[in-house]
């Protein structure tokens, strides 16, 4: 069964890097998508990217973050200067389409990175 | 932002007994998605309902849709260990068509 997957499934940096969390969406999707979820906390929206560009962004993807497609597969989100309140699990997501009323608003993640600053 | 509101926070049962657990908004939602998650991975999708009194079942979980579409209900029937895990109710923002809002989940443990 198609799947999305991230990598690294951990990754550890020193605050002020940089850090690029790789995503290969489900492969005939056309929405993609990230998330946080902050230990403990609800699961929260990021950003979403259709034909190349953001569609929708939240008021937590600031200046700091950036999002690319770099090829035909993987689905990138870019944190620069990265702040210790930034330690989450970011998931990276895809859909089929988005219509509404539509079975295919469905929105299947990957398994996560976890994202340790120190 | 529409919110989603999910009770119980935590719930600890015997094997073998049913439960519900419930995902309420005063707004209204085109869909209604219910994800699993364990610790450490990612929300798996298990359910969208997306008509106003809407039934579905998987095996021995019922979902069910509110007729207003602002509240839905997971129950299961027999719990098993195996259903042991965070479940999460998400919804389309409406004023933001492709962002999911995600309640804050039930927490279930199933003891054998």
């Known amino acids: 069964e198609p799947e999305v997957t991230q990598t690294p499934s951990h990754q550890v940096t020193q605050m002020g890097q940089e850090v690029i969390l790789r995503c290969v969406p489900i492969s005939n999707h056309l929405y993609f998508y990230w998330y946080r979820q902050i230990l403990g906390q609800k699961v929260e929206f990021l950003v979403s990217?259709?034909?190349?560009?953001?569609?929708?962004k939240s008021e937590i993807f600031d200046d700091q973050f950036s999002v690319e497609r770099p090829d035909g597969s993987n689905f990138t989100l870019k944190i620069r200067s990265t702040k210790l309140e930034d330690s989450a699990m970011y998931f990276c997501?895809?859909?089929?389409?988005?219509?509404?009323?539509?079975?295919?608003?469905?929105?299947?993640f990957g398994p996560g990175t976890r994202l340790t600053v120190l | 932002t529409q919110l989603l509101e999910q009770s119980p926070q935590f719930l600890s049962i015997q094997e073998g007994e049913n439960l519900t657990v419930y995902c309420n908004s005063s707004?209204?939602?085109?869909?209604l998605q219910w994800y699993r998650q364990e610790p450490g991975e990612g929300p798996v999708l298990l359910v969208t309902v997306v008509t106003g009194g809407e039934v579905k079942k998987l095996k021995r979980l019922t979902f069910q849709f509110g007729d207003a579409r602002k509240d839905s209900s997971l129950h299961i029937t027999a719990a098993q260990p195996g259903d042991t895990g965070l479940y999460l109710c998400?919804?389309?923002?409406?004023?933001?068509?492709?962002?999911?809002?995600f309640g804050g989940g039930t927490r279930l443990m199933v003891k054998p």
């Open positions: 707004s209204v939602f085109s869909s």
């Open positions: 997501a895809s859909s089929e389409a988005w219509t509404d009323h539509s079975s295919y608003n469905e929105q299947f």
């Open positions: 998400a919804g389309p923002d409406n004023n933001a068509g492709n962002m999911l809002t």
């Open positions: 990217f259709y034909n190349n560009e953001i569609s929708e």
